[in-house]
């Protein structure tokens, strides 16, 4: 009993006596180290995670101050390429105004139509067949841009409606409502996609096949962007008001490798009246462009002829 320990509890129900052995105390012992050990984990566990929440915030501070930073360095950056766009667009409609001019010093000249009524003369028109006058209609721009559409100002000298000075309107305005859509006359590809608030506005020009060229202003919103493939009939975009306008109404122009033309002979331009264009559109060597055509379409049907004679032969 020497070694025993015991504990006596006093009540109105009388004394208990507790007695505890050698083994009880070294369980008892065991135990408290258990929870002193547990006890400095969880203390030590605490510690890393508040330091640990700290380094985060420190952390998430540092990430925030860096997100402010790029952000200001995009905000920059946006506000440099727009100046740099405008300042592109301004350069370009000068470049063209010259290029305008010198067509216009050609004409005065004589220059522009010395060899097209030579050649046009050679064009056996009636010799064309169907595959032929599809792939010009398809490459070349041909039909109106927009639908049902009067033309409110056409290809000429005219006195500009807002300006009130007389200019030379180099393409043809349909009177269009904001919002009407407009379509691809030919297959092509998206050369620019423009926004802006001056000029000809929000501005879009399509590449077209053998140096043709289709554009379009003061539209509303783009339905394409700046690259892509299109074809002829696929949606591009919707006319606006955007720009140095009296009302809205679209803008169309056409020009072969950067010259102004009469877009009327292209819209009017379809398989029932196939012929006219080369009467009506002087300035372009029809000959070489017929004969280049012609061979493309040659070797297509060649090679769809001989992809059938294999599945045949399979």
């Known amino acids: 009993m020497k070694d025993n320990i015991t504990v006596s509890i006093s009540s109105v129900d009388g004394t208990k006596h507790f007695s505890f052995g050698k083994r009880s105390r070294h369980t008892f012992k065991f135990f408290s180290y258990i929870i002193?050990?547990?006890?400095?984990?969880?203390?030590?566990?605490?510690?890393?995670?508040?330091?640990?929440?700290?380094?985060?915030?420190?952390?998430?501070?540092?990430?925030?101050?860096?997100?402010?930073?790029?952000?200001k360095e995009i905000t920059s950056l946006t506000a440099l390429k727009l100046s740099l766009e405008q300042d592109l667009s301004e350069r370009e409609e000068r470049t063209q105004a010259v290029s305008d001019r010198l067509n216009d010093l050609e004409k005065v000249l004589g220059m522009d139509d010395q060899n097209s009524v030579k050649l046009e003369s050679r064009l056996d028109t009636a010799a064309m067949n169907s595959s032929l006058r599809v792939a010009m209609l398809t490459?070349?721009?041909?039909?109106?841009?927009?639908?049902?559409?009067?033309?409110?100002?056409?290809?000429?000298?005219?006195?500009?409606?807002?300006?009130?000075?007389?200019?030379?309107?180099?393409?043809?305005?349909?009177?269009v409502n904001t919002g009407t859509p407009i379509y691809a006359p030919a297959d092509g590809t998206v050369e620019v996609t423009r926004p802006s608030k001056k000029g000809s506005g929000n501005f879009l020009r399509l590449l077209h096949g053998?140096?043709?060229?289709?554009?379009?202003?003061?539209?509303?919103?783009?339905?394409?962007?700046?690259?892509?493939?299109?074809?002829?009939?696929?949606?591009?975009?919707?006319?606006?008001?955007?720009?140095?306008?009296?009302?809205?109404?679209?803008?169309?122009?056409?020009?072969?490798?950067?010259?102004?033309?009469?877009?009327?002979?292209?819209?009017?331009?379809?398989?029932?009246?196939?012929?006219?264009?080369?009467?009506s559109v002087r300035g372009i060597r029809w000959e070489s462009l017929v004969d280049k055509i012609e061979l493309r379409v040659s070797q297509q049907l060649q090679l769809s002829s001989q992809k059938a004679a294999q599945l045949t032969g399979t």
């Open 210 to 279: 053998y140096g043709f060229s289709s554009s379009y202003s003061h539209l509303s919103k783009f339905a394409v962007n700046k690259g892509d493939f299109i074809k002829k009939g696929d949606l591009i975009g919707y006319s606006g008001n955007s720009g140095l306008t009296s009302g809205p109404h679209l803008h169309y122009e056409i020009r072969f490798i950067g010259r102004a033309l009469d877009p009327k002979p292209f819209i009017v331009w379809d398989v029932d009246n196939f012929d006219t264009i080369f009467e």
């Open 36 to 71: 002193f050990l547990a006890i400095l984990l969880t203390a030590a566990t605490i510690y890393y995670l508040v330091n640990d929440a700290e380094y985060s915030k420190l952390k998430l501070l540092e990430l925030e101050n860096k997100s402010s930073s790029l952000t």
């Open 139 to 175: 490459q070349i721009p041909s039909g109106p841009p927009v639908k049902n559409a009067r033309t409110s100002s056409g290809y000429g000298e005219r006195v500009h409606p807002v300006l009130g000075i007389t200019k030379f309107h180099r393409g043809q305005d349909f009177a």
